[in-house]
T-cell receptor
Framework: AQSVTQLGSHVSVSEGALVLLRCNYS??????LFWYVQYPNQGLQLLLK??????LVKGINGFEAEFKKSETSFHLTKPSAHMSDAAEYFC????????????FGQGTTLQVKP | DGGITQSPKYLFRKEGQNVTLSCEQN?????MYWYRQDPGQGLRLIYY???????QKGDIAEGYSVSREKKESFPLTVTSAQKNPTAFYLC???????????FGPGTRLTVT
């Protein structure tokens, strides 16, 4: 069965610093992986996804993630944090069965300090 | 504009009452999902539907019911049997199984 682990429930960075949010997955088949962002009291917005092909995936708002099969990781990065990046971030892996459901990590809250 | 709408944004009910949360999409997606979100627990799947007139239980279906009579609508009823209904409820849809899901803005339900 697939599972997702996000290391660190809270991450704090200074404005302009590198953002690194960690995600490790477990999957018995080649995974489809996703990162979502959630602002307070709002729904989730897709940041980026990996299905097949290039392992470095670029998303919206300057975020990118790299699929590393050998490390079973899909970490999210952004070179320079903005105050507007403060939010909760969720990593998810797709259930390859016919359900199509996503298995979500517990989420990481990103704080950006001025 | 295409998207997913959920209404209302905030909902308050007394314990013992059933309540129905609305979810509508105009993306022409076949699959729809209901998730429950509690602080520190991520998202948990309640029900999902991959086609009209068919739906399946997710991981925490007890105390909930759904219907899928139209492709664009997937309402969720929180029944009085749900022991802890206060939560943030998110509806999502996808064009097909295993593809990315698009989320609505959510409904925050408070039961007292």
């Amino acid at each position: 069965a697939q599972s997702v682990t996000q290391l660190g429930s809270h991450v704090s960075v200074s404005e302009g610093a590198l953002v690194l949010l960690r995600c490790n997955y477990s999957s018995s088949v080649p995974p489809y992986l996703f990162w979502y962002v959630q602002y307070p009291n709002q729904g989730l917005q897709l940041l980026l996804k990996y299905t097949t092909g290039a392992t470095l995936v670029k998303g919206i708002n300057g975020f990118e993630a790299e699929f590393k099969k050998s490390e079973t990781s899909f970490h999210l990065t952004k070179p320079s944090a903005h105050m507007s990046d403060a939010a909760e971030y969720f990593c998810a892996v797709s259930d390859h069965s016919n359900t199509g459901k996503l298995i979500f990590g517990q989420g990481t809250t990103l704080q950006v300090k001025p | 504009d295409g998207g997913i709408t959920q209404s209302p944004k905030y909902l308050f009910r007394k314990e013992g009452q059933n309540v129905t949360l609305s979810c509508e999409q105009n993306l022409n997606h076949d699959a729809m999902y209901w998730y429950r979100q509690d602080p520190g627990q991520g998202l948990r799947l309640i029900y999902y539907s991959q086609i009209v007139n068919d739906f399946q239980k997710g991981d925490i279906a007890e105390g909930y019911s759904v219907s899928r009579e139209k492709k664009e609508s997937f309402p969720l009823t929180v029944t009085s049997a749900q022991k802890n209904p206060t939560a943030f409820y998110l509806c999502a849809s996808s064009i097909a199984a295993a593809t990315e899901q698009y989320f609505g803005p959510g409904t925050r339900l408070t039961v007292t």
